[in-house]
């Protein structure tokens, strides 16, 4: 279902949570769903064994039903939005890319400022439809979502290949790698690879992890391959980006 086609019945939650790191919770079968934005800070949500990175390149969609961990790497703040509607929305947690975070936390202080102000329940509607269809990336060729999907789900899906993209999205592979190229400026091969890559830098600025386990979290095939890459794309190592680039908690 394209989040923005779907029909809004209740906006039952304006939160905004703020996150202490370290810790992690976990969420039983949750009432409703949730559209989650991030200020500041790190989240991973971790659900059938699957993380999903929260940060303020994205925003998250929360599945109702949905049981999943929430993993605490950044203190920071995170508004969310609490909904339902008619359709099946998703049963699993969608990361989806934004640009305009900015945008999007400004139109949800106006929706806690109506809620808490007893304010229009219809302007309250209007502005989170507005917000849906934001995220949408109009700009993207229809033909293009069914990839765009599988891609933002997990760019480490080692399965990821032109073939099943373009299965995904109903055309020939020839013409999903035309069509894809022209539109982003990179095959379809590429863009994934770069995606990795900043998930990759991100990881070892955190510091916790291993280049091992980093390369393999990040869906590259083993540790050379991943420092090869890294060291073409980004100029020094991965060792050399995580001393210029260690995050060190005070």
Do not use: W
Not at 114 to 124: H, I, S, V, W
Not at 177 to 192: V, W
């Amino acid at each position: 279902m394209e989040i923005k086609n779907i029909t809004v019945t209740e906006i039952s939650g304006v939160v905004t949570v703020c996150s202490e790191k370290g810790r992690t919770d976990r969420m039983d079968n949750r009432k409703s769903y949730g559209l989650s934005l991030c200020v500041d800070g790190q989240i991973t949500y971790i659900q059938n064994g699957k993380e999903y990175i929260s940060d303020n390149g994205c925003a998250v969609i929360l599945p109702k039903g949905g049981t999943y961990f929430i993993k605490r790497d950044k203190s920071g703040t995170f508004p969310v939005i609490n909904f339902d509607c008619l359709e099946l929305l998703c049963d699993t947690i969608t990361v989806i890319p934004i640009q305009n975070a900015e945008e999007l936390i400004a139109d949800y202080e106006r929706m806690k400022k109506l809620l808490c102000f007893d304010g229009n329940r219809a302007q309250m509607f209007s502005i989170f439809y507005g917000m849906l269809h934001k995220l949408c990336s109009d700009d993207i060729p229809h033909e293009l979502r069914g990839a765009m999907r599988l891609i933002r789900d997990d760019c480490s899906d080692a399965s990821l290949t032109n073939a099943r993209l373009a299965y995904e999205c109903n055309i020939s592979e020839v013409y999903f790698r035309k069509l894809f190229t022209k539109h982003f400026g990179t095959s379809p091969k590429q863009f994934i690879i770069d995606l990795r890559i900043q998930r990759a830098k991100q990881m070892l600025a955190e510091g916790a992890l291993s280049v091992s386990i980093i390369s393999e979290k990040c869906g590259f095939s083993n540790p050379y391959h991943f420092c090869r890459l890294f060291k073409q794309r980004v100029g020094i190592t991965p060792s050399e980006y995580r001393k210029a680039n260690l995050i060190y908690e005070i």
